[in-house]
């Protein structure tokens, strides 16, 4: 390879030469001329239709004085440049024939392996697509090359996704998806295909995840509902067994009333070992709230010294002496998926008995976070697309409302919440500010190794902790 010189036009650019950043190429203008020649390199472009495409609304002499300028830049930036760019009075090529690493040929030929059975192909083809063709650019010639990159990428994920449901690896194939929906979040199909892997993996609760983020994303990037499709599969799931964990009688070892993560909750009697000093503390914790104002304990820690070990006993402890519990996770993949830990909580089967107790108006608001609401109740109104900061407000009291109303007083495990939204942890914000006296625990597993740690967490903490409502 031709000295290293690598070009990346994938999510991002860079041009490098042996693992080096060349900086003479930081302006749009130039990081497009580059794109377009690499995009065209196998034949001559002629300089008069290469400077009406980079400056359409320029003269054609200045248009021409443009591309001369930036090719002066370009050839002055790039080392050895007569290997790369031909030029002559009429055209400009980069030379298809000098070997160099160029991301989106990579990614094209690893597809086209993908397509004769080579996962492992499919696998790499998914790793160099780290977004958009050049994202930073605008201009109107880049378009059908950036859509057909993408519909390739889309066809290398459900050939992907279609291997690993096949071989029954659903939680790499759920990985994947999450990550296909951060990259395209109005993508439905990639949310019907994690609905339905989900539902497989026998993780509902994942799914009807996966529907209410695909029906936040839609509406607030296009302001449309999703289609009938993903409107079908989503029923689908709602026809399962309900995934709510069991009301305040059911006891910790009636697993056939339980949703899967509860069921493992339940499940986990053996003693704890070696923790007696934070078991006694958030017991401690527990004990405070049930007379007297919400708040919120942190237990935080590396990975794998037992944070939801212990979150998973003190739902199965709360259960067993008749107190209401709804557990929750947040993950790496979903911190984008605006409320996802709150809408888990809500379909708790106590907090659902609160939401039946509402009035239609804060029904109504609730439908942004649980769309089955709108099924379930046909006559509620829809809610207004939310365009003002008070229709905020007005989720952020509904929400609010349906925890307050719920059997008290009440234990919310939020575990991984180095990991969550942000519009979780201001919901969070404003109702410990709100309530108190509400008698409310809400317990966070924090992980003290993760560098990721948001932080609209860092501040609700901090802010908790001046106020006397932070445990830890």
Same mark, same amino acid.
């Given at each position: 390879?031709?000295?290293?010189?690598?070009?990346?036009?994938?999510?991002?650019?860079?041009?490098?030469?042996?693992?080096? &950043?060349?900086?003479?190429?930081?302006?749009?203008?130039?990081?497009?001329?580059?794109?377009?020649?690499?995009?065209?390199?196998?034949?001559?472009?002629?300089?008069?239709?290469?400077?009406?495409?980079?400056?359409?609304?320029?003269?054609?002499?200045?248009?021409?004085?443009?591309?001369?300028?930036?090719?002066?830049?370009?050839?002055?930036?790039?080392?050895?440049?007569?290997?790369?760019?031909?030029?002559?009075?009429?055209?400009?090529?980069?030379?298809?024939?000098?070997?160099?690493?160029?991301?989106?040929?990579?990614?094209?030929?690893?597809?086209?392996?993908?397509?004769? $059975?080579?996962?492992?192909?499919?696998?790499?083809?998914?790793?160099?697509?780290?977004?958009?063709?050049? /994202?930073?650019?605008?201009?109107?010639?880049?378009?059908?090359? &950036?859509?057909?990159?993408? $519909?390739?990428?889309?066809?290398?994920?459900?050939?992907?996704?279609?291997?690993?449901?096949? =071989?029954?690896?659903?939680?790499?194939?759920?990985?994947?998806?999450?990550?296909?929906?951060?990259?395209?979040?109005?993508?439905?199909?990639?949310?019907?295909? +994690?609905? &339905?892997?989900?539902?497989?993996?026998?993780?509902?609760?994942?799914?009807?995840?996966?529907?209410?983020?695909?029906?936040?994303?839609?509406?607030?990037?296009?302001?449309?509902?999703?289609?009938?499709?993903?409107?079908?599969?989503?029923?689908? +799931?709602?026809?399962?067994?309900?995934?709510?964990?069991?009301?305040?009688?059911?006891?910790?070892?009636?697993?056939?009333?339980?949703?899967?993560?509860?069921?493992?909750?339940?499940?986990?009697?053996?003693?704890?070992?070696?923790?007696?000093?934070?078991?006694?503390?958030?017991?401690?914790?527990?004990?405070?709230?049930?007379?007297?104002?919400?708040? +919120?304990?942190?237990?935080?820690?590396?990975?794998?010294?037992?944070?939801?070990?212990?979150?998973?006993?003190?739902?199965?402890?709360?259960?067993?002496?008749?107190?209401?519990?709804?557990?929750?996770?947040?993950?790496?993949?979903?911190?984008?998926?605006?409320?996802?830990?709150?809408?888990?909580?809500?379909?708790?089967?106590?907090?659902? $008995?609160?939401?039946?107790?509402?009035?239609?108006?804060?029904?109504?608001?609730?439908?942004?976070?649980?769309?089955?609401? *709108?099924?379930?109740? /046909?006559? *509620?109104?829809?809610?207004?697309?939310?365009?003002?900061?008070?229709?905020?407000?007005?989720?952020?009291?509904?929400?609010?409302?349906?925890?307050?109303?719920?059997?008290? /007083?009440?234990?919310?495990?939020?575990?991984?919440?180095?990991?969550?939204?942000?519009?979780?942890?201001?919901?969070?914000?404003?109702?410990? =500010?709100?309530?108190?006296?509400?008698?409310?625990?809400?317990?966070?597993?924090?992980?003290?190794?993760?560098?990721?740690?948001? =932080?609209?967490?860092?501040?609700?903490?901090?802010?908790?902790?001046?106020?006397?409502?932070?445990?830890?």
């Amino acid at each position: 390879m031709s000295d290293g010189l690598a070009v990346e036009l994938l999510g991002h650019f860079e041009l490098s030469v042996g693992g080096r &950043r060349i900086e003479g190429i930081r302006t749009p203008r130039l990081e497009s001329l580059v794109a377009y020649l690499l995009m065209h390199c196998d034949r001559p472009v002629a300089r008069d239709q290469l400077a009406f495409t980079l400056w359409p609304d320029s003269s054609d002499a200045q248009a021409l004085t443009n591309l001369r300028r930036e090719l002066h830049f370009l050839r002055r930036a790039l080392p050895d440049p007569d290997r790369f760019i031909a030029l002559d009075r009429r055209t400009v090529q980069w030379r298809p024939a000098e070997p160099f690493r160029f991301d989106v040929a990579e990614f094209e030929a690893a597809v086209e392996s993908g397509r004769a $059975g080579d996962t492992t192909a499919l696998e790499e083809a998914l790793r160099l697509y780290d977004g958009p063709l050049l /994202p930073t650019c605008y201009d109107d010639w880049i378009e059908p090359d &950036r859509d057909r990159l993408h $519909g390739l990428q889309l066809e290398a994920s459900e050939r992907l996704v279609a291997d690993l449901e096949e =071989r029954r690896e659903y939680r790499r194939a759920m990985q994947l998806l999450r990550r296909l929906i951060q990259l395209d979040p109005i993508q439905e199909s990639s949310y019907r295909a +994690l609905m &339905r892997i989900a539902a497989a993996a026998g993780d509902r609760s994942a799914g009807l995840q996966a529907y209410h983020a695909a029906v936040t994303n839609l509406r607030h990037e296009l302001g449309v509902e999703p289609d009938t499709e993903t409107r079908a599969t989503y029923e689908r +799931l709602l026809a399962l067994d309900s995934a709510a964990p069991a009301d305040r009688s059911a006891t910790p070892t009636a697993p056939a009333a339980l949703s899967t993560a509860q069921r493992r909750i339940g499940s986990a009697t053996q003693p704890l070992v070696g923790r007696r000093e934070e078991w006694a503390s958030i017991v401690d914790a527990w004990r405070s709230v049930a007379d007297g104002p919400s708040r +919120l304990v942190e237990i935080r820690g590396e990975a794998g010294i037992g944070k939801t070990r212990i979150l998973e006993e003190l739902v199965r402890w709360c259960r067993a002496q008749g107190s209401s519990a709804a557990y929750t996770k947040s993950y790496a993949a979903e911190g984008a998926l605006a409320y996802a830990p709150i809408a888990d909580w809500l379909r708790n089967e106590s907090l659902r $008995g609160a939401i039946d107790r509402l009035e239609p108006i804060w029904q109504s608001e609730l439908a942004r976070v649980l769309p089955e609401l *709108l099924v379930d109740h /046909p006559d *509620l109104p829809r809610p207004a697309p939310m365009t003002e900061s008070w229709q905020r407000k007005s989720l952020f009291e509904a929400i609010a409302r349906a925890v307050r109303t719920a059997p008290a /007083p009440l234990l919310l495990v939020l575990d991984d919440a180095q990991w969550t939204d942000e519009e979780t942890l201001e919901w969070l914000h404003y109702f410990l =500010r709100e309530e108190s006296s509400s008698r409310i625990l809400i317990a966070a597993g924090v992980r003290s190794d993760e560098e990721r740690a948001s =932080r609209p967490l860092t501040a609700l903490l901090v802010d908790l902790l001046e106020h006397d409502q932070l445990i830890g």
